[in-house]
Each structure stands twice: as C-alpha cells, then as structure tokens.
C-alpha cells in the first residue's frame, strides 16, 4: 500500500512545458484532500438536513449544499495537483520554500469562488429579503471581484496589483450591500432573521476581509510555500463554507421562506386565487387612487347630470 502518489501521478507538477518549482508537496496535497473530505462529508449533511422539511422550505439547504459540493470537487482537484499552472513570480525569493522560477497557481480555486460565492451571497441576501435587482447587481460585482484576482494571479509583472485594487474596490461594494443596505432589510423582517442574518453576514465578511490577505502572501507577493497557502485559503474556506452553512442553516430553522418573499409552490400544493388575488390587491393598492378618482367623478358627474336633467 503506497502513500499519496497525486503529485507524481499528474506529472510533478509540469504543465504546458513548465514545471513548477515553487509547489505544493506531499503534505499539501494531503491537506487539500483533507478539505476535499470535510467539504464532501458537509455536503451529505446539508442535503440530508433539507429532507426535515417540506420542499418549499429547502431553498437555503439546497444552496448551501451547492457550496460545499463544488468546494469538494475544486479540493479534490487541488489534492490531484490538477487545476494548476505555473507563472513567474513577481518577486524571487532567497528563502528556498519560496526560491525558483515558476510559482504554482491554482486556477480551479477561482473556479471554486465564481460558483460559490455568489451561492453564499444568494443565501445572505435571501436571507435578508432583498430586492431581486440588488442581488443580482451584487452578484455581479462579486464576479468582478472573482475573476480580477484570478487575472492578477496570472499575471507576472507589477500589473497584477492593479487587478488587485479592482478586485478589493469590488469587495467593498458587496460588503457595503451586506453590511448596511442588507442589514437594514433582515431587521425590518423581524429580530429572528435579523439575528440569522447578522450572525452570518458578519461572520462572512470578516472572513472575506482576510482573502485579500491570503492573495497578497502567496499569488501576488510570493511570501509564503504553497503548502502554507494551501493552509491559509483551506481554512478560510473551511470556516466561510461548511461552518457558515451550518449556522445559517439552524437560524432557518424556524424561519418561513414565505416571509422572506420567497412563495414557492409545490407540485402537489392546489392552485388557489391567493396569489392572483394579492397581485391584484397590489395592483389596486397603487392604482386605486388614480382610477377610483376618475370614475368617481365621471359617475359623479354623470349621475348629477342625470338627475339635473
């Protein structure tokens, strides 16, 4: 029985005629798989937990267990030592952990975050009963913020920090949305989903603080061996994934979609003239003003007419 042959197995860490001399060993590819298992193991319980409730009310199970589900495939790749390639680091080293020619980037890791980020989002700011617009305008900024660290983890030369800057401008735009705007929105729900929301929102953004941290240390400044990065991005993710679904999920515990905005009908629920009926009262609730003005001065007026007449 051999030990964990990934590394050697996938080509020792050469990739398009480059081999990667700044790389992960044996103890970080153990790591990765580490977190490949807990994310996996995650996954099974948050899918086993949304068979405690009925289908309408699953949303946020089924959302979180998208999270760790595609984190566990990104580990497992990043276990392989797959997913990868080497760039030229901006700044040689002399400390041997970190001294060689080409730095191995995971580019699946990125992979990861512009799936599961916006997951992570859709379950705060559904949380919060947020306006479909500004979710999805904060998604968006959030892909921006995604996919301008994975140019700069890509690029070899000083311009990387320029991508850099765009990236955490971005950040603090979907920190702002969900420290302020969404706040306000999750406490005019009720202090239940206030207190959910708040419990989650903050935990996720101070997690989301200390990313920028990890990028700089390891893809933008070459400071520290992969395997430490491999550490530093697995435990944020560890703590930003499978620990925040699990407190997300027992503060939905007692909490109705439906009071979050979220009507979802099952298959077998019957159709009733509720929701045509409070379209229409939210129809008649703006238009009721205008139109019962009009008609009650044309009928007015045609009724003293009548009368007069």
């Not at 990667?20 to 590819?29: F, L, M, V």
């Not at 030229?88 to 002399?94: A, Y």
């Not at 206030?194 to 996720?204: A, E, K």
């Not at 697995?234 to 939905?252: C, E, N, R, S």
Request: include cysteine; charge should be negative.
């Amino acid at each position: 029985m051999t030990g964990n042959d990934a590394i050697h197995a996938n080509g020792d860490h050469s990739v398009n005629g480059g081999t990667s001399d700044i790389a992960i060993t044996n103890h970080g590819s153990d790591w990765y798989f580490a977190v490949c298992a807990v994310m996996f193991v995650s996954t099974i319980a948050f899918a086993g937990l949304s068979f405690t409730k009925p289908r309408p009310h699953r949303i946020f199970h089924y959302i979180t267990a998208s999270i760790t589900m595609v984190a566990a495939i990104a580990y497992f790749t990043m276990g392989a030592d797959l997913g990868e390639t080497g760039i030229k680091p901006e700044f040689m080293r002399s400390n041997p952990k970190v001294a060689g020619n080409l730095r191995e980037i995971f580019y699946v890791r990125y992979i990861d975050w512009v799936i599961t980020t916006p997951l992570l989002l859709m379950d705060l700011l559904l949380t919060a009963g947020l306006p479909w617009p500004t979710i999805l305008y904060t998604v968006l900024i959030d892909e921006i913020m995604i996919i301008t660290g994975l140019i700069g983890a890509l690029v070899t030369s000083s311009y990387k920090w320029g991508y850099f800057t765009f990236g955490c401008v971005a950040f603090l735009w979907v920190a702002w949305t969900v420290t302020w705007t969404a706040r306000k929105h999750a406490a005019a729900i009720g202090p239940d989903v206030s207190r959910t929301y708040l419990i989650c929102g903050v935990w996720t953004i101070f997690l989301w603080f200390l990313y920028p941290i990890a990028w700089g240390l390891s893809e933008g400044g070459n400071v520290i061996a992969p395997d430490s990065e491999a550490v530093f991005y697995g435990i944020l993710d560890l703590m930003a994934k499978p620990v925040f679904g699990a407190l997300l999920l027992w503060g939905h515990r007692g909490i109705d979609p439906a009071r979050l905005g979220l009507h979802i009908r099952d298959y077998d629920d019957p159709i009733s003239n509720s929701a045509y009926d409070g379209t229409e009262k939210h129809t008649n609730g703006a238009n009721n003003g205008i139109n019962n003005g009009v008609n009650n001065g044309v009928t007015a007026g045609a009724t003293t007419t009548g009368a007069e007449v």
